[in-house]
């Protein structure tokens, strides 16, 4: 029956991978270019996921590590002539340093005080940045030179200016993403996190790490997190203070508990949807965002765990 379930999970996942690479033959440019921004910040919000809803430490700072792989990268090429797969790199690596210093010290706390210390530092980061406003030109940001649209890699000439190229790359690291938390969400370490969400004191009694394990988790929720960072800057060409506010921190929650907090696919399938229900009713309505709050309500109302959540509980209790 285990295995059965695997072949099922496995199947899924291939099954929403080869759907988003065959849709981008008949999406209009718009929707092409809109899904390619929704795969990267659902990027984001799967790392977020990973800290979340898998180990149970609500963050409202995270907004610091997608700017930190924003910054990152986008500084890297403006100011040198490093290259785009160095600068991309380089993002990940200050993601996933910043997310080591800010866990060595915020997971001193638990519950609602770790949520304020992160929502602290998230700010602090954003000040950083407005602080430095001649290197990092603060809310009006850096627009990337022509020298970061494009480069070689293994023999491939690589044009972010391309649509198509672009959708593919978001769409890969994506597939990476998923493979990665598919893994370490579904073996022992997985196993350990949810026992630490459910209860930590216990876990403890059984000999684990409980603070290693969850430093452990928010260091990959952070880099994860950065990657998305770091690839929407060097995609889209543009790198701003706004990146690092808490509206963005906020945005990974929603997108989380909307799809399914604790469910792989979940983040993915609240980041569609929180877009397009945003982008739809903008289109009729100037109050697009009380729209979208009751469009929420109703949704959380009926779908209590998120909506792969609730669809977990009630009918497919395989769902990852």
Not at 96 to 118: H, K, P, Q, Y
Request: net charge neutral; charged share 10%.
């Amino acid at each position: 029956m285990r295995s059965e379930n695997t072949i099922r999970v496995i199947a899924l996942h291939v099954g929403v991978l080869a759907a988003l690479f065959l849709v981008q033959f008949v999406l209009p440019d718009y929707h092409h270019l809109a899904l390619t921004r929704v795969m990267l910040l659902a990027i984001y919000a799967m790392g977020y996921n990973m800290l979340f809803g898998y180990t149970g430490l609500l963050s409202l700072g995270h907004a610091m590590f997608f700017a930190a792989g924003l910054y990152g990268a986008g500084m890297t090429a403006y100011y040198t002539d490093l290259g785009v797969p160095l600068a991309f790199v380089i993002g990940i690596i200050c993601g996933a340093a910043l997310s080591l210093v800010i866990g060595v010290i915020a997971l001193r706390t638990t519950g609602v005080a770790f949520m304020i210390v992160t929502m602290m530092f998230g700010q602090v980061a954003y000040l950083t940045i407005t602080y430095f406003t001649d290197y990092t030109r603060g809310e009006e940001g850096l627009t990337m030179p022509t020298s970061a649209r494009s480069f070689d890699l293994l023999g491939l000439h690589v044009d972010l200016t391309n649509a198509v190229q672009r959708y593919n790359l978001a769409l890969g690291l994506l597939a990476l993403t998923l493979l990665v938390i598919f893994v370490v969400v579904r073996g022992p370490i997985g196993r350990v996190l949810i026992a630490i969400r459910e209860n930590e004191t216990r876990t403890l009694m059984l000999g684990f790490d409980t603070f290693r394990m969850k430093l452990g988790a928010l260091v990959l929720s952070g880099t994860i997190s950065a990657m998305a960072g770091a690839a929407y800057g060097l995609m889209f060409a543009y790198v701003g203070a706004t990146f690092a506010t808490i509206q963005y921190s906020i945005e990974a929650l929603l997108f989380t508990l909307l799809g399914g907090a604790g469910t792989i696919l979940g983040p993915l399938l609240g980041s569609i949807l929180m877009f397009y229900i945003i982008d739809i009713t903008s289109e009729y309505t100037q109050a697009y965002l009380l729209v979208t709050g009751v469009a929420l309500v109703v949704l959380v109302l009926f779908f209590p765990k998120g909506i792969l959540g609730t669809i977990r509980e009630r009918w497919l209790s395989w769902l990852p």
